[in-house]
């Protein structure tokens, strides 16, 4: 299409889209507002959301959280200079002693995969990349061209 | 769409006050339609037209009075409307943007003669209903950018920048959705002149 053509085109269906008048909302819409409306105008306060909390239970929301979390911190390094806090330390690495031996497998496997990995000659690694990707590309070229066949079929249909 | 006057009725529990549902009254087509033509389902568009009415609710103290209401409803509802696309986009952009444009770009250039006349004769309701058909018909990728530079006015820059595709891109999808728009229109005026014939 020349430059002429398109500036026609252009002007042709802007003019025919503005003219265009709105459509007619469903009769229920009005209806489906005020019921919202009303519904969340009935809920308690502490089921809106923060912004519409009355002002004096955010400031005592925004105040107990502070002390909260004061109290949280001083309890905690009170705790951890305590006998208490050794011997619970103690006592939970005794109880977690099989991730020590979880670990110990798994460095051990991932020794043994290393070994076969740099066994294996470099070409047949690559190779078997390659493979994959050509593989994984192939089932993606395949199912894209399935969708837009599928799609295209469904708009000309 | 419906025929009828809108539903009156007041639900239970609190009541806005009736300036509100006047509000609502002059500017639910403006918005509804606004949603419809952006997401091309009325159902999503009706959740969405609700969704800008409560925004517009809670906001009513400074809208009641503001000259530029109708502006904030459309923007809210284009905004909301393409923010439902885009988090649907997601699911589909892959395989539907896998083959790029090129079958687009094989395609026949567009004779519009046909479009001029119907362009003249747009005015009566059998025609209108054709023209929201041909939008509905036209794909997201070129429908959402036309409803934006031509019915909301929003330059090709700032459409290119709230759909975050490339300028270059806007500008052609643009330019395709008005050539399907009247090849679809051409199409429709045919088949209706040879069964007058």
């Known amino acids: 299409m020349n430059p002429n053509e398109s500036q026609k085109l252009e002007t042709a269906v802007h003019a025919l889209l503005r003219r265009m008048p709105d459509r007619r909302a469903p009769s229920g819409l009005e209806g489906r507002v005020l019921a919202e409306i009303a519904r969340r105008a009935a809920l308690p306060w502490w089921r809106k959301s923060f912004a519409h909390w009355p002002s004096s239970m955010r400031l005592v929301f925004v105040a107990g959280s502070a002390l909260a979390g004061f109290a949280a911190v001083t309890v905690l390094v009170a705790l951890a200079g305590s006998q208490g806090a050794h011997q619970l330390g103690n006592a939970l690495s005794n109880s977690f002693a099989w991730l020590i031996l979880a670990r110990d497998v798994i460095s051990s496997f991932d020794g043994r995969v290393r070994q076969l990995i740099s066994a294996v000659p470099p070409l047949w690694l690559y190779g078997g990349v390659a493979a994959v990707a050509v593989g994984y590309a192939t089932l993606a070229a395949i199912g894209a061209a399935t969708y837009r066949a599928v799609s295209f079929a469904r708009q000309t249909s | ?197």
């Open chain 2, 1 to 197: 769409m419906n025929d009828e006057p809108p539903v009156q009725n007041q639900p239970s529990g609190l009541a806005p006050p009736a300036d509100f549902t006047t509000f609502m009254r002059m500017y639910q087509d403006m918005v509804f339609t606004t949603s419809a033509r952006l997401v091309r389902n009325d159902a999503q568009a009706e959740d969405i037209a609700q969704e800008v009415f409560i925004k517009a609710y809670e906001h009513f103290d400074m809208l009641a009075t503001s000259p530029s209401a109708g502006g904030w409803l459309k923007t809210v509802a284009t905004n909301l409307s393409l923010n439902h696309l885009q988090h649907y986009r997601k699911r589909w952009k892959f395989f539907s943007e896998f083959g790029g444009d090129s079958q687009d770009e094989d395609a026949p250039a567009v004779e519009f003669a046909a479009p001029d006349t119907f362009f003249d004769a747009i005015d009566s309701e059998e025609k209108r209903a054709w023209v929201e058909e041909a939008l509905a018909k036209l794909p997201d990728h070129q429908r959402v950018p036309l409803v934006l530079y031509h019915f909301e006015d929003i330059p090709y820059d700032e459409i290119s920048k709230r759909l975050g595709v490339s300028l270059a891109k806007v500008k052609t999808d643009i330019l395709r959705a008005r050539a399907a728009l009247a090849k679809i229109l051409a199409r429709a005026d045919g088949a209706e002149r040879a069964m007058a014939n």
